[in-house]
């Protein structure tokens, strides 16, 4: 698997910071039940075959509540694992290690999921030319996480949000009058960014491929249609297909030629890996004195 660029760590910082308030709120009233100076010694195991993602967070999480937490992790993001392997072994203030087992977890096994799905399409489309992007169809709040999930599965991003490329769907070009007049207008506004245009049939597609756009989404097209769009089209524009892709007819939807596949799915149809995190031993008198949590 190749080396992937970090994920910012103000933002992985963020995120858990949002997702421990959110949890703990006030404090942890069951953890109050331990010794403030238990130590204890944890693994997290996956009870399925994953795409690991999210190590970061799960770090952030618990150094959050013990900066001494120490995690010893057998594998890397984008590393695919077997069901029964151990992902994690962790070493830290027994109160921190339970109040943030959810958090890190949720994070975890959300991450996972999307990298996971993502890595499937992937390899489905494998030997064509055909890219798998995600979309803005995201769980509010976890944008670029997820986005960086699918990264590690394989795939590729989209536009971030509303302010990195232009996309004109049917209502921009319902309320422009036309897609060149909706073009012309866009690239008078913003002309550094990619322009990329939704068509819906071929009178449409011929429209776009004229107003010179930098990409085309062919919309809830039929396979027989797609290899005509790319016949017509040429190479001129590159092309992506969007709606009513499933892994199933991911294949046959990459075999028509097409440039890129934006799937949903991704990030919003994902199933949670099942994971598990069990403490093994506790050490009830910490030495050197008691343990401070952070919480």
Not at 90 to 108: K, M, P, Q, W
Request: contains cysteine; charged residues 25%; glycine residues 8%.
């Amino acid at each position: 698997m190749p080396v992937l660029p970090p994920p910012c760590r103000d933002d992985v910082l963020r995120d858990v910071q949002r997702a421990l308030a959110e949890d703990i709120g006030s404090g942890d009233v069951t953890a109050d039940l331990l010794p403030l100076s238990a130590q204890a010694q944890a693994r997290i195991v996956t009870r399925q075959a994953m795409v690991l993602c999210g190590r970061d967070w799960v770090d952030a999480c618990f150094h959050a509540l013990d900066p001494q937490t120490r995690l010893d992790w057998q594998a890397a993001d984008g590393d695919t694992l077997a069901a029964g392997a151990l992902l994690c072994r962790i070493e830290g203030a027994a109160r921190a290690l339970v109040s943030a087992e959810r958090t890190a977890l949720n994070f975890l096994q959300t991450l996972s999921a999307t990298a996971t799905a993502t890595a499937a399409h992937v390899d489905a489309v494998r030997g064509t030319r055909a890219r798998i992007l995600d979309t803005r169809k995201t769980l509010p709040g976890l944008r670029l996480a997820q986005k960086y999930a699918v990264r590690t599965g394989g795939g590729h991003n989209h536009r971030i949000g509303l302010f990195d490329a232009v996309l004109l769907k049917e209502n921009h070009i319902a309320t422009a009058g036309s897609i060149s007049a909706a073009v012309s207008r866009a690239r008078a506004l913003h002309p550094e960014l990619l322009l990329e245009t939704e068509v819906e049939n071929f009178q449409e597609l011929r429209e776009a491929i004229a107003a010179g756009v930098d990409r085309i989404m062919l919309d809830e097209f039929e396979l027989h249609e797609l290899a005509q769009a790319v016949a017509e089209t040429a190479g001129r524009v590159p092309l992506e297909v969007s709606g009513s892709v499933t892994l199933e007819r991911v294949r046959a939807i990459a075999e028509t030629g097409i440039d890129y596949i934006s799937i949903g799915a991704l990030t919003k149809h994902i199933r949670a890996i099942d994971l598990s995190m069990r403490i093994d031993s506790i050490i009830p008198e910490a030495a050197g004195g008691h343990a401070e949590t952070g919480h």
